[in-house]
């Protein structure tokens, strides 16, 4: 029996130009197109110990290199152009840069065919409203109309219909007898677009707490801080407390009767000043 024969690495389908340099170099070896001297002709990469590191994340590769990764590779050229922007993505460190990034990303055809479900993600995790939303359709407020949902969420009924169809996509919601229902299910997203995702979620609702900060009366809002010195130990103490604070919560007011409002509930703990930093003069 011959060896099972695998398919030619997609670009499109990876978020980690790592991961997929690693794939593709395996498929060229299977298919003998592939040797430290025939990649190096290519490419112009002339140290395999370099290769390596980018390999293990111990290097980085500049624009100039990834059009030779590319290359070496054996990419046609959007494949190319997808390659170095995702070289791009992987590498900023600077979140909204990150953030632009992927929709230059997602602009690629072949990208939006493999990865619809992941940009739903983004979009869900992006907009605040669209959490509101799910939310809400569990309630009563259901029945109400597009219009009475725009008003109520304060945004134009084009981001309610937008809202809906993302919802509808990720199997969040579905309709029943007219009126679109949440489901009870939990969205998991993809592990490579976790970091971003957060990131773009706490930020929308720091914005949101921000304006009800200032709009909402006290008496429809709690706003509370401490400011402690903490030892690491204490740090993760706190954040195990806190997740298990989270989840009782979650559990206690799950089956609320008759809810009358959506709430969001961020909880966060964050460094002010570093207290190991230089010497202390005597």
């Known amino acids: 029996m011959g060896s099972e024969r695998k398919p030619r690495p997609q670009v499109y389908d990876y978020l980690d130009y790592r991961r997929f340099t690693q794939d593709m170099i395996e498929f060229l070896k299977s298919k003998g197109l592939y040797s430290v001297r025939k990649f ?10 370099y290769i390596r590191m980018v390999l293990d994340g111990k290097r980085n590769l500049s ?12 990419l046609l050229a959007n494949e190319s152009k997808f390659f170095e922007k995702l070289v791009s ?25 493999r990865k619809s479900l992941v940009m739903d993600q983004y979009e869900y995790f992006s907009n605040w409203h669209f959490s509101a939303l799910f939310v809400a359709l569990a309630t009563k407020w ?38 679109w229902i949440s ?15 957060v990131r773009n979620f706490h930020r929308q609702m720091l914005e949101k707490a921000m304006t009800c900060l200032d709009k909402e009366s006290v008496s429809n809002r709690a706003f509370g801080g401490l400011t402690m010195a903490l030892s690491k130990s204490a740090y993760e103490d706190i954040k195990r407390k806190l997740t298990e604070f989270r989840q009782a919560l979650s559990v206690a007011y799950a089956d609320d009767k008759d809810p ?23």
């Open 183 to 197: 489901k009870d299910i939990l969205l998991e997203t993809a592990s490579e677009m976790n970091s971003l995702i």
């Open 40 to 49: 190096a002709a290519s490419s112009g990469f002339k140290s395999t110990s």
């Open 260 to 282: 009358e409002r959506v709430y969001q509930l961020s909880l966060g703990l964050f460094p002010l000043v570093s207290l190991g930093d230089g010497e202390v003069k005597k």
């Open 89 to 113: 993505f992987a590498q900023s460190t600077e979140m909204s840069e990150k953030d632009q990034l992927y929709k230059e990303l997602y602009n690629f055809r072949r990208f939006q065919e």
């Open 142 to 179: 259901r029945n109400k109309s597009v219009k009475a949902m725009a008003l109520a969420l304060e945004i134009d009924e084009a981001q309610i219909h937008s809202g809906l169809k993302t919802l509808e996509r990720l199997g969040l919601i579905e309709k029943r007898e007219g009126a």
């Open 63 to 74: 624009s100039v290199s990834a059009k030779q990764m590319a290359k070496g590779l054996r």
